[in-house]
């Protein structure tokens, strides 16, 4: 049997998808750690955003077939970008595609342990647990579930916490970061592509709640495998002014407008009156939340984009 999952996984042909955007701080690390992988039989799409630092100039300097590079006039946001790359992944006949950031860094036998656990648990979608570079006992992502009372947030169980072996269970989940998430094609054929109306955040949120409405496909977290997330280092989630540390207005002004529109697309009673709901809590966290400035501007910046979700 050993002889023959062995097989099985070394013939499973993978599209690893990743969106570069000035991403000269982290690219080094994290193409050395796809080339060293165990399994070789994939091709990496790198789909880069309209970078304006020297992102291009390193990937250019690699000379390996299975590297190819998708250059976008300008940046057309993450969803988008990820659909350009899995596109080209199933048209090039792999069978599997790996959506993944560049602000990370893993071990050798990443997609060789996702393989053999899609195997062991006969599902269609796995993840790694996920712990923050800065604090490598710190963990960022160990499993998430969908939690209506929250307006459907899929909140990362174990986050900040350290690691002591307590979420060490492979274990069926909901949702998972598309950070480091290892799908079948036949998902996509299923349930359809990333909303490109997100721009960045919550398309991964709004993709795992497909594929669990949808209920043809299991996802599993896998806890056993060491990846390391430089958290916000590429969308500049937090600012700093002189010694606050504040929520960047890209980071408030995207997950706002998102979330209203995510849950605009759930529908029902329960969703309209949560988005009714945040329009006085995303008021009412201006200020109370120290990690929000005290200003017009970002006070504007909040509610416009609530209205702009509502009109998405």
């Known amino acids: 049997r050993r002889v023959v999952v062995k097989r099985f996984i070394e013939m499973e042909k993978i599209g690893i998808v990743t969106v570069t955007y000035n991403s000269t701080a982290v690219l080094s690390p994290f193409l050395e750690c796809i080339w060293k992988q165990s399994h070789q039989n994939f091709v990496l799409y790198i789909i880069d955003n309209a970078s304006t630092d020297s992102t291009l100039q390193i990937l250019e300097k690699k000379q ?25 992944a199933i048209e ?5 595609v790996l959506i993944i950031n560049n602000d990370v860094e893993f071990e050798t036998t990443l997609i060789e342990k996702l393989i053999k656990v899609q195997i062991q648990k006969n ?26 009372s929250k307006g459907f947030l899929p909140l ?14 492979i274990k ?16 996509f054929e299923d349930i359809g592509f ?9 398309d991964d949120t709004d993709f795992s709640y497909r594929v669990l409405k949808n209920g043809k496909h299991k996802m599993y977290y896998v806890p056993n495998i060491k990846f390391y997330h430089k958290v916000g280092s590429l969308t500049k989630s937090f600012t700093t002014e002189e010694t606050k540390i504040y929520r960047g207005d890209f980071f408030l002004k995207q997950t706002t407008k998102n979330h209203i529109y995510f849950l605009k697309k759930i529908g029902g009673l329960y969703a309209y009156l949560f988005i009714f709901w945040l329009l006085f809590k995303n008021n009412i966290s201006f200020v109370i ?24």
């Open 194 to 202: 990333m909303d490109e109306n997100y721009f960045v955040y919550f």
């Open 289 to 312: 939340n120290p990690k929000i400035r005290k200003n017009f501007s970002t006070f504007w910046l909040i509610n416009k984009a609530y209205f702009q979700g509502l009109f998405l």
């Open 172 to 187: 069926k989940i909901e949702y998972a970061p598309t950070c480091c998430l290892l799908a079948k094609k036949e998902i």
């Open 123 to 148: 599902c269609s979608l796995v993840t790694p647990k996920m712990m923050f570079y800065d604090n490598k006992n710190l963990i960022w992502y160990a499993g998430s579930w969908f939690i209506k």
């Open 156 to 169: 990362h169980r174990g986050m900040g916490e350290i690691d002591k072996g307590q979420y060490d269970k």
């Open 92 to 96: 090039d006949g792999c069978n599997q």
């Open 64 to 88: 390996d077939s299975r590297l190819k590079i998708i250059k976008n006039k300008s940046n057309f946001g993450v969803a988008k970008a990820n659909n350009q790359g899995i596109k080209k």
